[in-house]
């Protein structure tokens, strides 16, 4: 039990991740006496087990489909060995060395860093105890992020033979035959890891195409690619039991078309799989908190319910980030973990994030770039009758000398007389890293006018933007 006065700061942080520590360290910088309690290591799910050593095996699995090319381009590459061994352990120590960065970053802006799990307790003024000790502050942040869903062995027996992505960062070696579940990002871009290094792999989706929630052409283009790139998709397939034997997992699967009312479900069996990777979707981290005596509201699926300005029901109680259940990005808690310190202690009253046009990517093979609103979204808003996509789809120059090949697929999405593009979809090589420059006009209001009187930049696929018809 806690004993004696708490501890005051003006800002108390709950989550050292990417929201968290932003927060923090602008509160800091602004003036306030500030803390963040973490339990786990700094940096949250983005630096320890997401979009940062998910990028670092992503850019590996680029590596092995460039081998595919060299001998196209000239090049006797001869026998080349992987080591997954190597990597993890370059990519660990990376990991490991950004932990310290940010602990000293924290430390350089006088923030005081606690270790351990925080529980609100019932004091009158709203105060977290930690390891014993109690800690409060006029202004908390619930910044806990999330974690991967997973499936209890009741749900499916022997579903906790699998792992989650955080498991997937655990592997030691890489599994010669993977089983991927989910239709989602994290599944796309786990599978496409996999099979481009070398295992054999399979991705399970409930229905007939992936990331079901980008636009329509996103979703078959990627579908395509993902078979194109030998990875074994079974549709309207759901997991019904994982077995372990001598030479691996058996995971046994259920097959049933929902069209085909007459069909009897398929029952199929995948044997000696040494990966059963589960990316079903993810939770908030709020378990523990103690925040429903606090008087914090959340939806059905735990998540922290925020206004526009991220305050929960209790006064004096933020929420920015993944545990909120918005735009689970990154660069999307950094900003609204910022605007929300400058509106506490800068007095900027209307500083808030603004979640319209978030520009985001899919690590996929080739990846994908998206801004803005689908085709489907803009006719339910704005009528059928007010909406005009462009589209095209060609191969790369790139491919053009490569026996490996990928296409290149665009989509603009306008809206009114003016065109305004309302949304930008694209996937290809290089998309990655072609769609931030486009998230800046189109936040900026740019028309379709305005991308055909920009000069193109040629030979690029990115030009194809500005010219289409």
């Given at each position: ?9 003006d ?9 968290g ?14 803390a963040?309690i ?17 990028k670092?095996?992503?850019n ?12 196209d381009y ?9 080591s997954?061994?190597?990597?993890k ?9 950004l932990?310290h960065?940010?602990?000293?970053n924290l ?9 351990g ?15 014993g ?5 006029p ?5 806990t992020?999330?974690?991967?869903s997973v ?17 997937f ?7 010669k035959r993977?089983?991927v ?12 890891i ?8 399979s991705?399970?989706i ?6 079901r929630n980008?636009?329509n052409?996103?979703?078959?283009n ?22 372990k034997?001598?030479k691996g ?10 069209e ?6 398929k ?7 040494d990966c ?7 939770e908030?981290?709020?378990s ?6 606090m ?12 206004d ?11 929420a ?28 900027k ?6 979640y319209s ?5 899919v690590?996929?093979h080739?990846p994908i ?5 689908t ?20 191969t790369?120059m790139?491919?053009a ?13 306008c809206?009114?007389?003016?065109e305004?593009?309302v ?16 998230a ?6 740019a ?5 055909d ?17």
């Amino acid at each position: 039990m806690a004993s004696g006065a708490a501890t005051r700061f003006d800002f108390l942080v709950i989550g050292g991740g990417s929201g968290g520590l932003a927060g923090a360290r602008r509160a800091a910088e602004l003036g306030a006496a500030t803390a963040v309690i973490e339990s786990h290591k700094l940096g949250g799910t983005c630096v320890n087990v997401g979009c940062v050593p998910k990028k670092v095996m992503w850019n590996a699995a680029v590596h092995a489909e460039y081998l595919h090319d060299h001998s196209d381009y000239g090049f006797d590459a001869g026998h080349v060995h992987f080591s997954w061994e190597t990597l993890k352990a370059k990519r660990d120590a990376y990991v490991s060395r950004l932990n310290h960065i940010y602990r000293n970053n924290l430390d350089k802006a006088k923030i005081e860093t606690i270790h351990g799990h925080a529980r609100f307790t019932d004091d009158p003024e709203p105060t977290v105890e930690v390891n014993g000790r109690k800690y409060t502050a006029p202004h908390i942040l619930i910044a806990t992020g999330g974690r991967p869903s997973v499936l209890s062995d009741k749900e499916v027996p022997g579903a906790s033979l699998g792992v989650t992505s955080d498991g997937f960062f655990e592997l030691e070696s890489l599994p010669k035959r993977s089983v991927v579940v989910g239709a989602g990002y994290i599944a796309v871009e786990m599978a496409g890891i996999l099979s481009t290094l070398g295992s054999k792999t399979s991705l399970m989706i409930r229905q007939t195409e992936v990331l079901r929630n980008f636009d329509n052409l996103i979703s078959t283009n990627c579908t395509k690619e993902l078979r194109n790139s030998g990875i074994e998709l079974w549709m309207n397939t759901r997991v019904k039991s994982v077995s372990k034997t001598d030479k691996g997992l058996e995971v046994t699967l259920i097959t049933k078309d929902p069209e085909k009312k007459d069909d009897e479900a398929k029952t199929s069996t995948i044997r000696e799989v040494d990966c059963l990777l589960w990316a079903i979707g993810r939770e908030p981290n709020t378990s523990g908190l103690n925040i429903s005596e606090m008087g914090v509201d959340t939806d059905e699926r735990g998540h922290i319910v925020v206004d526009e300005f991220q305050n929960t029901s209790r006064p004096g109680i933020y929420a920015v980030g993944d545990v909120c259940g918005k735009a689970l990005l990154t660069p999307v808690a950094i900003a609204a973990g910022r605007k929300l310190a400058h509106r506490l202690f800068e007095g900027k009253t209307d500083s808030k994030l603004d979640y319209s046009n978030i520009p985001t990517v899919v690590f996929s093979h080739p990846p994908i770039g998206t801004v803005g609103l689908t085709e489907d979204e803009a006719i339910k808003t704005r009528g059928k009758e007010n909406v005009k996509t462009y589209k095209t789809s060609f191969t790369p120059m790139y491919n053009a000398l490569t026996t490996r090949k990928t296409e290149c697929i665009m989509k603009l999405v306008c809206v009114g007389k003016e065109e305004k593009v309302v949304g930008l979809h694209m996937q290809g090589v290089g998309c990655d890293e072609m769609l931030q420059g486009f998230a800046v006009a189109i936040k900026m209001g740019a028309t379709k006018a305005d991308f055909d009187n920009t000069i193109a930049i040629h030979p690029t696929s990115s030009e194809e933007f500005v010219t289409m018809r």
